[in-house]
């Protein structure tokens, strides 16, 4: 079992940049696909990004991709998503998830993720 603490959230303007970051603890970390996902108010929970447990093969939502990146670093067991030029509309708080196994599928939805963080809020300001 792994539990997840994401920080970074904020106030941000538009175009503006933020890091989120996420800690898992317990063991293997190294071996869990990680995701992050966000829920907008009125919303239903929506995939952001997601990396397997290697570090490679990135996967983004459409809405997304080019300005958002997610990265871990397995020694320090963290997930990161550098979120750049921040639009109104990504307005959410931002949950960290994790899979086990060291599979190469892409897994989009949150039924396929058991475990997930507390979320941290973003906020991005017109």
């Known amino acids: 079992q792994v539990q997840l603490v994401e920080s970074g959230g904020g106030l941000v303007q538009h175009g503006g940049s933020l890091r989120l970051s996420c800690i898992a603890s317990?063991?293997?970390?190294?071996?869990?696909?990680m995701g992050w996902f966000r829920r907008a108010p009125g919303k239903e929970r929506e995939f952001v990004a997601m990396?397997?447990?290697?570090?490679?093969?990135?996967y983004y939502a459409g809405s997304v991709k080019g300005r958002f990146a997610i990265s871990r670093d397995n020694a320090k067991n963290t997930v990161y998503l550098e979120m750049n030029n921040l639009k109104p509309d990504d307005t959410a708080v931002y949950y960290c998830?994790?899979?086990?196994?060291?599979?190469?599928?892409?897994?989009?939805?949150?039924?396929?993720?058991?475990?997930w963080g507390q979320g941290t809020q973003v906020t991005v300001s017109s």
């Open positions: 998830a994790a899979r086990a196994g060291t599979g190469w599928g892409v897994f989009t939805t949150p039924s396929e993720y058991p475990y």
């Open positions: 317990g063991r293997a970390f190294s071996t869990y696909t």
């Open positions: 990396l397997n447990w290697s570090g490679g093969n990135p």
